[in-house]
């Protein structure tokens, strides 16, 4: 359900939403009464405002307009929250992206594997990286830092940089990008 501010709204276009169905079906106020028990007079009502909508009005009213009752009453729609992508593999490394690509934060869980090549990268934006489970090895400008889970660092990407797992076993990651340097307010440094 939406917040509790949207509710009155929802209700207050109720009456006008069933005047539209019912008029757009071409049905009068009599055959209404008639199919679903409910008096001329509190159809009408309802249809003003004047009447406020209960369950026991709406519910024969949805069967008789054959629609479920969030659309018969236009309650905003929730959806699915969760986020549907494909793990993908990028360098050698196993990433899982958790937002969508619209959003100005980037989120990624991360598995990578020992790796050979440490050549320090710089790119626009600002990384946030949390430490999942393994050890991660970051090098950051003149840092060589050992992170352990449950650790975060964070840093500015324009500063060249390279993270990977610490020795021969992978390190699993959380990674937050912003590409308009947005900061996540944790400070990287040496131990």
Do not use: C
């Amino acid at each position: 359900m939406g917040d509790a501010s949207t509710i009155p709204d929802v209700l207050a276009e109720v009456g006008p939403r069933l005047r539209r169905l019912r008029t757009r079906r071409g049905v009068t106020l009599t055959a209404l009464a008639a199919q679903t028990g409910i008096s001329k007079s509190t159809l009408s009502r309802l249809e003003s405002g004047q009447r406020k909508p209960s369950l026991e009005l709406l519910l024969p009213l949805a069967d008789a307009h054959h629609l479920p009752l969030d659309e018969l009453v236009g309650a905003p729609r929730v959806g699915d929250p969760r986020v549907r992508t494909r793990r993908r593999t990028r360098n050698g490394r196993l990433v899982y992206p958790l937002t969508d690509q619209s959003s100005g934060m980037a989120v990624w869980k991360v598995v990578i594997p020992p790796e050979r090549d440490r050549r320090l990268r710089t790119h626009a934006g600002h990384e946030w990286l949390y430490v999942l489970a393994g050890e991660m090895r970051l090098i950051l400008g003149e840092h060589d830092i050992t992170m352990r889970p449950g650790e975060a660092a964070e840093f500015d990407t324009r500063l060249p940089h390279w993270f990977g797992p610490a020795g021969d076993d992978p390190v699993e990651i959380l990674s937050i990008h912003g590409s308009d340097g947005r900061r996540m307010h944790v400070r990287a440094g040496p131990r």
